[in-house]
């Protein structure tokens, strides 16, 4: 199992699929999963933090300081740091007074850190947090965590926004890999940021949400070739879909990568419409003389009542070099417009808006392969006509607006200067039927 951390890191990162959002998840989380590893002959790796991560990512907030509170109570619809830089989960619970207010704060070097949200239901683990110094915001280091003073293996995956360029708002989500007690205290321990070396240290008493969490234990298992998918249990809860599953494979060979190609997870609803993906993560060992990874996926909570839901996994082939692009002009007179992707479809410009403050392209996706509400492991994205890339930085991925259908933000630009679509020439994303599974997660 030594090399198989090298394994799962040099193929996720061989996927050529130049997604902004995924990369710094990819670097950042594989390196900080493997420094909290303490127990011997097991091994820890996160995975895709989805499109959970902008170009920086940090941990702090809660009580805020005179000058800060007035910059945040200034931004329309700023409530609490879950709502201003959360996912969709954390909107909701705070929104319904699911999380907690802390009010902890901790100054070293001229940071202050403050811890200000913390949300706990047995699905996900969320910390709400600002930054704020007389200089440059700079990222937060490796986390020491422990629950009720016991050191605790984890990942993590972080998001937030720029309040300004010297406060910054958000969100750290943390992936024990056992699970946690209903009440616990838990200390967070940080000891560098960015080039500062300092001590910012928490205790944080945490509760489980009241709010009632639906668990479905399947069991059930499904093979295909020498690889075991377990479901082994779905949480539903207001702020999103946790599903944990077991994949084993012979000894020697990694679990999640099957024919060269990297094994990957959807969940679709009764409908057909995949859940989106926020974050994953896994820990391994060796078992009855086969490896096996523990692994958990976050999605973003349902919107509409299912009947069901479809585990369905898939292959990413991982090629040799990069997918070439595919552009053409986007002007209002020439639309729809129409990208060839190859293998998995088609992409249908239909639509630009020009705003003050931003630019929408609206699009809809043609293809086998069910997308996820902010179009993972897929890209497009708008230039002008000196290259220039228009992507946001703090929001690079589309929204659904219904199944298939997105819309993106870019920066804004004047109706009458030239720019092109673009995407790529897409690799064919296997469904493996053969492992699909449909849950039922209504009586």
Do not use: C
């Not at 047995?122 to 490796?142: A, H, K, M, N, P």
């Not at 300092?198 to 295909?224: A, C, M």
């Not at 299912?306 to 082939?317: A, K, N, Y």
């Amino acid at each position: 199992m030594n090399n198989q951390s090298n394994d799962i890191n040099n193929a996720i990162q061989e996927i050529s699929i130049p997604l902004d959002k995924l990369n710094k998840t990819i670097e950042l989380g594989v390196k900080r999963g493997q420094a909290n590893l303490t127990k011997p002959k097991r091994r820890f790796y996160p995975l895709l933090g989805i499109a959970s991560v902008t170009t920086f990512l940090v941990i702090g907030s809660a009580f805020v300081s005179p000058a800060m509170a007035n910059v945040l109570s200034s931004i329309p619809g700023f409530k609490s740091v879950f709502e201003f830089a959360g996912d969709n989960g954390l909107e909701i619970a705070s929104k319904k007074g699911l999380s907690q207010k802390v009010g902890q704060s901790d100054t070293d070097k001229d940071i202050k850190l403050t811890i200000q949200d913390v949300f706990y239901d047995g699905t996900r683990l969320s910390i709400g947090y600002t930054q704020e110094s007389s200089r440059t915001v700079q990222e937060l280091g490796e986390l020491d965590l422990r629950v009720n003073e016991k050191k605790i293996n984890f990942a993590d995956s972080r998001s937030g926004e720029f309040v300004s360029d010297k406060h910054y708002a958000g969100v750290i989500n943390i992936s024990p890999t056992e699970e946690l007690p209903e009440t616990f205290e838990l200390t967070i321990g940080i000891n560098n940021i960015g080039t500062e070396t300092g001590d910012w240290d928490f205790k944080i008493p945490v509760e489980k949400s009241n709010e009632q969490v639906k668990t479905i234990r399947p069991e059930k298992t499904l093979v295909y070739k020498d690889t075991k998918l377990t479901v082994k249990s779905i949480k539903v809860g207001p702020a999103g879909v946790k599903l944990s599953v077991t994949v084993s494979s012979p000894i020697g060979e990694d679990p999640l990568n099957i024919d060269g190609s990297h094994l990957k997870i959807n969940l679709l609803d009764s409908k057909g419409m995949a859940l989106t993906q926020l974050d994953g993560s896994g820990s391994g060992e060796e078992k009855d003389n086969r490896s096996v990874m523990e692994m958990e996926y976050r999605f973003a909570p349902l919107k509409k009542t299912t009947s069901h839901l479809t585990v369905s996994p898939f292959l990413i082939p991982i090629p040799k070099e990069m997918p070439s692009e595919l552009s053409a002009p986007l002007e209002k007179n020439q639309l729809p417009i129409i990208l060839d992707q190859g293998d998995m479809g088609k992409i249908v410009v239909t639509d630009i808006k020009y705003q003050k403050d931003k630019t929408l392209l609206y699009f809809n996706v043609k293809s086998d392969f069910e997308y996820d509400g902010n179009m993972n492991l897929n890209r497009i994205w708008i230039e002008n006509m000196a290259g220039t890339d228009l992507t946001l930085k703090t929001k690079g991925y589309p929204e659904r607006i219904k199944q298939d259908s997105y819309v993106q933000e870019f920066k804004p630009v004047g109706t009458n200067v030239p720019l092109k679509v673009l995407t790529l020439k897409m690799p064919k994303l296997e469904i493996l039927k053969d492992l699909e599974m449909k849950i039922p997660i209504q009586k």
